[in-house]
């Protein structure tokens, strides 16, 4: 699991361990109306493309990663890092949006035209 980082030695150290490698974003998601729950968890895969060195300080002298759960914000200049993402982009960024109006949809209550 990877949080936030301390610091930028702490972002560098957990980019590193991405570089190259596939890893698993999960959310878990829950709604309630009333008394009915629905629940889910979303699973992405995003992939690192390989990092230099030169790469990893230069991403974290932008001050980024400092405020994102592993160190990296695909849907800012961390998206230059990302290789691949197969699943919900929005799940990688923070909510799932698809997966909650579906989920609201069944519980009766429609959140898009």
Not at 36 to 58: C, G, M
Request: charged share 20%; aromatic share 4%.
């Amino acid at each position: 699991i990877l949080g936030k980082p301390e610091d930028a030695d702490d972002a560098r150290t957990m980019l590193g361990r991405l570089s190259a490698r596939t890893h698993r974003v999960h959310t878990g998601v829950a709604l309630r109306r009333g008394e009915e729950l629905v629940s889910e968890v979303i699973t992405t895969l995003v992939t690192f493309t390989p990092l230099t060195p030169a790469l990893i300080d230069w991403y974290v002298s932008t001050g980024e990663p400092l405020d994102k759960a592993g160190a990296y914000a695909v849907q800012g200049a961390g998206g230059v890092l990302v290789q691949r993402v197969h699943g919900s982009v929005s799940n990688v960024v923070g909510l799932p949006l698809h997966s909650v109006a579906r989920l609201a949809e069944q519980l009766g209550v429609a959140l898009v035209g």
